[in-house]
């Protein structure tokens, strides 16, 4: 039985705390309290089915019940804190290996009190050994989602070592289905890849092994994420749960710079959402908490919609914004060099096309990779090539800056290279494992927990940037630490503390240089979560600087970080067709617009294109700033063949933003239904494509392959 102890309303979310009443007829590995956190649209209170007691009648269950007189409970909450101390057992339903939820460590929590915060909910749980785990639900006004964290505290007079803690565990999903809802749920996941970022993974929940067992004796669990310093290689920090039946959706995002994990778990009818540091069985992690001494998880977002994935992704997506420099108010186009001097950003290179390029609303002008280096591979020492700057490089960024630019430059400093004289002279000074330098390639990881570090890089970095006048920085990542390193009780929790630093130093920079525009790369989109989205102004959304499936990436990345954060290159060559042209602008429309490639022989027809693409990106800025998004899309799985054709929306209450992108063999017309009322305002794209506006339909035609058009329209 269930008995509401706490109701909360947190916009239009509303947060209800159950505790578990009455008698439980399964068995246990403790006696504690149970209380179990659910979130759900405020305005489907009343739609709350009441749910089954049991399956004592069902085919499977009822002779066992009738001879034994053994009861088969359908439901029993699952604890919103979870966490695991060494030495207490695993929950006993075939769990161990496969997660450590509903351990003995959750079991024991048998007093609880629900107190209220300035801007939220805090639950504070007790075990008689002095263990206080404490679960704080803040809200922050004109959010669609709440923030989650767990602490957990050692009152007790014993070390205890930690081994699973879980900054959220969402629960009796769905609580308006009756039963266990058979078909109901599907489970999505965002998978990425280099150059493959954000291909979304949803499947029923009976496809992933998460439907109930007969008699509800096996948890059932779904654990997946993110091992070392690139959150985002394998899976974005990110899942969602859609119950189809009632039409809600929930999710949550992980706010990780490094390791993380998600599980989807089932034991009974309901489903649970939990996720947070990677325990010890799937990240190697254990931290041993001292008598006093307290580990709080990282942050996780978590919200509920009547609505489907996209309208999930729509309000998770606010949780990476972070504040804006003065400079990106107006999401300023840029350049960057490196599809157009491929790692020679030299004066007699660049200043021609700082020239060229002063016709173009262009902001930015970025030096990337190849400025530091000439004979060896200078990650890591950071040396000017002096014969190529040979006026300085000060007095280079000098005339960039008098020709009307923001100067940038590219930094991968968090390692160093092995022919670098320090990777060679400072090894003491590098990550190690199991005693060895840990490296990745010919690539070593500098330990930011060593205060020489951070003295060596704040010289070679924030006095470099300082010295030289230069306004912005792209920060790469290209190679991942793996699992864990030497230095803290687990390896897991030597990565951990490893990040603490790193993230330390970021700020150290964003303080000492306050106005500094700072790109995230981590080889195109490996490090696109939320956390790291906060630390920078806008991220790389990938590596793939010229294919056809540019727009899918673009399109995938958009709805999972912040639009004004997410730059997209548009690489253009005076060999390109009027349509490549526009095809590769206008991807650039559904993010950050930035320019590079072959650009100072453009013909000036072609140049015309460009200018008018700025013209069109310029007038569609405030819903790029604001606005929430909707994908049309019927393609082929293969990305790099694509076929069939895409339609991205973005609107809020005054623009609507639509971009198609069409592949091969796409259908000849293409229309879609658009929220609200529109009138055309501007358009950029092949001029073969016919355009009409009926009402809210938007309809295309004489469309063909590997074509473009993105229209603006406002508000009527």
Known sequence: MLTLVKKQLFGDMLALWYEETGDVAQPT????????????????????????RDTNDTVACKVLHKIWNMEFLAARPENAIQYKISGDANAWLYAAGSSMRNSESVEQLKEYEICDLPDGVQLVMRDPRGIVARQ??????????????????????????????????????SPFQPDDGPGAYKIARWRSNWSAEGRLDMQRAE????????????????????????????FFPQTALIDEKSGVAWGAVIDSLSSWQMEVSRTLDSLNLSGG??????????????????????????????????DVQNRLVGFGQGEVKKSEEDLPIMFNDWCTTWGKPYPPYLLPIADMLKRFPIRYFVMDDGWFRKDGYGIGDWVVVPDQYPQGLKAFVAEIRAKGYIPGIWFEFENA??????????????????GKRLRTGIRGFLDFRKPEVIGYLAEKVIAFLKENDIGYMKVDYNSPTGYGCDGAESKGEGLRQHTLGVEKFFKMISEALPELVLEICASGGHRLSSAWMRLSSMASFSDAHEGVEIP????????????????????????????RLRYSLAAGFMGRLCLSGDLAPLSDAQKLIVAEACDFYRAAVPVLKEGDNRLF??????????????????????????????????????????SGKWRIKQIFGAENIALQLDGSFLSFAGIKDFQSVAVLLEAE
């Open 207 to 234: 496809e992933l092994g998460l439907e109930r067992s007969w008699a509800g004796f096996c948890q059932r669990n779904l654990r997946f994420g993110e091992l070392g310093m690139t959150p985002v290689r394998d």
């Open 277 to 310: 540091i990677p325990d010890r069985e799937f990240g190697h992690w254990k931290k041993i908490l001292a008598p006093g001494e307290t580990l709080e998880s990282v942050a996780a977002a978590v919200t509920v919609v009547a609505g489907d994935v996209e």
């Open 552 to 579: 899918i990436i673009a399109a995938n990345t958009a709805s999972l970080i912040p639009v004004r954060k997410n730059q997209i290159w548009a690489v253009l060559h005076p060999e390109d067709s009027d349509d």
């Open 633 to 674: 899309r019927e393609i082929s799985p293969a990305w790099l063949a694509p076929q069939g054709i895409q339609l991205f929306t973005r609107r809020n209450a005054t623009q609507c933003l639509a971009v198609l992108h069409s592949f091969e063999n796409p259908p000849p017309e293409f229309a879609a239904e658009l």
């Open 417 to 434: 290279v092995d022919s670098s004289k320090l990777y060679q002279e400072k090894p003491e000074w590098f990550l190690q494992f199991d």
């Open 29 to 52: 590995v403790g006696a504690g309290k149970r209380i179990e956190f659910q979130l759900i649209p405020a305005a489907m209170e009343k739609a709350i089915a009441p749910h089954r």
């Open 136 to 173: 704080s639900v803040r809200y922050r006004k004109g959010d669609r989602f709440v923030t989650v964290s767990t602490s957990v505290e050692n009152c007790g007079k014993e070390n205890v070592t930690l081994e699973y803690l879980a900054s959220f565990s969402l629960g009796g999903l």
